[in-house]
Nanobody
Framework: QVQLVESGGGLVQAGGSLRLSCAAS????????MRWYCQAPGKQRELVAG???????NYADSVKGRFTISRDNAKKTVYLQMNSLKPEDTAVYYC?????????WGRGTQVTVSS
């Protein structure tokens, strides 16, 4: 069983930075493909960034060049470094892990970017 707990959200001014963390429990973290999703009020949850067990990454077009996803398997943690934040980045950010068609989700952390 895998449990995911996000942290690092908060209120930041436009142009600022935040680093989100997602700490995992369990023994299979290194096998998981990890992803960050966001969900703004009234909108569907959408993929922000992903990183495979081998370290390959992908990003939504809206965050390319501003956000960086990384992982530390020894710490069982995945990170999302968010720079040059915009008000439209305001959302709840969720961490998700996937392995063998099984998904695990965190409860989310709120990110609010003021203009």
């Amino acid at each position: 069983q895998v449990q995911l707990v996000e942290s690092g959200g908060g209120l930041v001014q436009a142009g600022g930075s935040l680093r989100l963390s997602c700490a995992a429990s369990g023994s299979i973290f290194s096998l998981l493909t990890m992803r960050w999703y966001c969900q703004a009020p009234g909108k569907q949850r959408e993929l922000v960034a992903g990183i495979t067990s081998g370290g390959s990454t992908n990003y939504a077009d809206s965050v390319k060049g501003r956000f960086t996803i990384s992982r530390d398997n020894a710490k069982k943690t995945v990170y999302l470094q968010m720079n040059s934040l915009k008000p439209e980045d305001t959302a709840v950010y969720y961490c998700a892990g996937e392995y063998a068609m099984t998904w695990y989700w965190g409860r989310g952390t709120q990110v609010t970017v003021s203009s």
